[in-house]
Structures are given as structure tokens and as C-alpha cells.
């Protein structure tokens, strides 16, 4: 089964930075776009950033510039550097793929 596994939350000072890495099983990855979403207490789930299975990547106006999606055809990972953190990223970051949602993880950017 489909499987989407998230790490490398935490809490990070504002101007810090945090790699999230996205475990993924159960699937041919390497055939499946990929994306990073975020929610923050109450608001919408929100696309941060993807990247499609020809590494053509996407950003959030928010975040360009800052953060960075790649992904590992052979480790079947993907992953999010995020640069210059701001306390409006703090969020739930949740890992995506068509029809899946990981269990997500915690950001926080405060000083």
C-alpha cells in the first residue's frame, strides 16, 4: 500500500532552516509527481512546493527564493530545504502524491 512518510520537523529560529525529507513506498515513484503542502491553525491547506517526475519543480509566491523541492528516484525520497524561515511557515508540512497524504509534521519558526 501506499505510504508517505514525513521527518525533520522541529522548532527553528526565524532565519534558520529545516530539510524535510517525504519517505515513499508502495509505488513506482519515480512515475508520480510530488508535492509539499502546509496548514497552519486554521487555516487551509495550502501547495508549498512539487516537482514532477522530469524534475520540473513548482513554488508557492511565498516561499521562492527560500525553499527548494528535489526528489531521489533511487531512494524514493523527496525532500524540502527551507532557507530563511519566517514565523508565518510555521505549519503542518504534509508530503503529497496523488490521492495520498502522508501524517504530516510540525514546523514551528519562532524566536
Known amino acids: 500500500q501506499v505510504q508517505l512518510v514525513e521527518s525533520g520537523g522541529g522548532l527553528v529560529q526565524p532565519g534558520g532552516s529545516l530539510r524535510l525529507s517525504c519517505a515513499a513506498s508502495?509505488?513506482?515513484?519515480?512515475?508520480?509527481?510530488m508535492s509539499w503542502y502546509r496548514q497552519a491553525p486554521g487555516e487551509e491547506r495550502e501547495l508549498v512546493a512539487s516537482?514532477?517526475?522530469?524534475?520540473?519543480?513548482n513554488y508557492a509566491d511565498s516561499v521562492k527564493g527560500r525553499f527548494t523541492i528535489s526528489r531521489d528516484n533511487v531512494k524514493n525520497m523527496v525532500y524540502l530545504q527551507m532557507n530563511s524561515l519566517k514565523p508565518e511557515d510555521t505549519a503542518v508540512y504534509y508530503c503529497?502524491?496523488?490521492?495520498?497524504w502522508g501524517q504530516g509534521t510540525q514546523v514551528t519558526v519562532s524566536s
Open positions: 503529497y502524491r496523488f490521492s495520498f
Open positions: 508502495g509505488f513506482t515513484f519515480s512515475t508520480y509527481g
Open positions: 516537482i514532477n517526475t522530469g524534475h520540473i519543480t
